[in-house]
């Protein structure tokens, strides 16, 4: 199992540019989630997608923060335009079906996008 | 909302126990976990605990659950270098879903030889 594959690792961009941030999840998970890891506020999910269909966006900062999943292999993270507040580490998740009531939480992660906008 | 609490540093000596330490406010979660994230890394769901035990443990691993006081425990016995990491204590609401996960601040663990 690949896990979960992020790109790119590394991303260094200039205030105003357009940023795309990509994700495969694990095969057969039917959950992905954003998240954003920076010192001050440590981890935030972003936005949250069941079935491809995003369910949560409200820890999307603002406008300029899109995220799609156009199928169950694939999403993309986007600001635009970025700028240098948005330096951080972007983590994309996915966690597979619940089988029983009450199971669930674990999440597997990537291993991040580091974000710099100058 | 949930609020959980971790002390953002600890230091140990390599062969000695380690204990992170987490208080939350929210008595209805029904999953605990401890995630672990390596430098460079994503976050790594080391173990779990459910709300109805008191104890679980798994080899180097012992996590404590006192629901009275709301506080969670992860003793790493024998603490080696390669435990250098930051430790997650996560909620997980009564319904278990990932999506309503509530991360605390993570406390780095240093490992001095």
């Known amino acids: 199992d690949a896990g979960v594959i992020q790109s790119p690792r590394h991303e260094v961009t200039e205030m105003g540019q357009e940023v795309t941030l990509r994700c495969k999840p694990i095969?057969?998970?039917?959950?992905l989630f954003w998240y954003r890891q920076t010192m001050m506020r440590g981890l935030e999910l972003l936005i949250y997608?069941?079935?491809?269909?995003?369910?949560?966006d409200s820890g999307m900062p603002e406008d300029r923060f899109s995220a799609k999943m156009p199928n169950a292999s694939f999403s993309t993270l986007k600001i635009q335009p970025s700028e240098p507040r948005d330096s951080a580490v972007y983590f994309c998740?996915?966690?597979?079906?619940?089988?029983?009531?009450?199971?669930?939480?674990?999440?597997?992660f990537g291993e991040g996008s580091r974000l710099t906008v100058l | 909302g949930e609020d959980v609490e971790q002390s953002l540093f600890l230091s140990v000596r390599e062969g000695d126990s380690s204990v992170i330490n987490c208080t939350y406010t929210d008595s209805s979660s029904t999953y605990l976990y401890w995630y672990k994230q390596e430098p460079g890394a994503g976050l790594q769901l080391l173990t779990y605990i459910f709300s109805n035990m008191d104890m679980k443990q798994d080899q180097r691993l012992t996590v404590l659950l006192n629901k009275k006081d709301k506080h969670l425990s992860l003793r790493i016995a024998d603490t080696q270098t390669g435990d250098s990491a930051i430790y997650f204590c996560v909620l997980a609401l009564s319904s278990g879903s990932a999506r309503q996960l509530t991360f605390g601040s993570g406390t780095q663990l240093t490992v001095l030889p």
């Open positions: 997608f069941n079935n491809n269909v995003p369910i949560d």
């Open positions: 998740a996915s966690s597979p079906p619940l089988r029983l009531a009450g199971e669930g939480g674990e999440l597997f």
């Open positions: 095969s057969g998970h039917n959950s």
